[in-house]
């Protein structure tokens, strides 16, 4: 009986083999645009990030250099005025600074990085597997 569809086992073969390899070069092609066009807004991005953070440093220095100014006009007739507020203002970053790094370093610790509950929810799949494997043997 022949409805002029019979194939031979290396005919479909041959053509599963090509599809396949049409659907990978797809994907490929895919992908590579995609990566394409994300390193180009990437690109730009890392561009504006550097602008960015070259703006905000000019910024804080300027921000500290007008505290340094403001502290220094408290001890002007001083020829020590600028030292004075130099150091009032250095003094003054380490103890902010020193508080807020001692508060993320406690907190860091108390909580840690690792993935409590992604690591919980695999053993719990561990555990699953196993069982039924051990119920299919």
Partial sequence: M???????????????????????????AMAH??????LQSLKLAGVALIVG???LGTAWLL????LVALIAVAFEPSPWAYVLAMIIVT?????????????????????GITPRR??????QDKIWIQAESKGQL
Avoid: C, P
Avoid at 63 to 66: D, G, L
């Fill in 2 to 28: 022949n409805n002029g569809y019979t194939k031979s086992v290396a005919d479909v073969l041959a053509e599963l083999k090509v599809e396949l390899l049409e659907f990978v070069s797809t994907r490929l």
């Fill in 118 to 123: 992604t690591i919980h929810v695999l053993q």
């Fill in 91 to 111: 003094a003054a970053y380490l103890v902010l600074g020193g508080l807020m790094a001692t508060g993320a370093w406690k907190r860091l610790s108390e909580k």
């Fill in 53 to 55: 953070l070259l703006l």
């Fill in 33 to 38: 645009s995609e990566i394409k066009e994300n």
């Fill in 63 to 66: 921000f500290t250099s007008f």
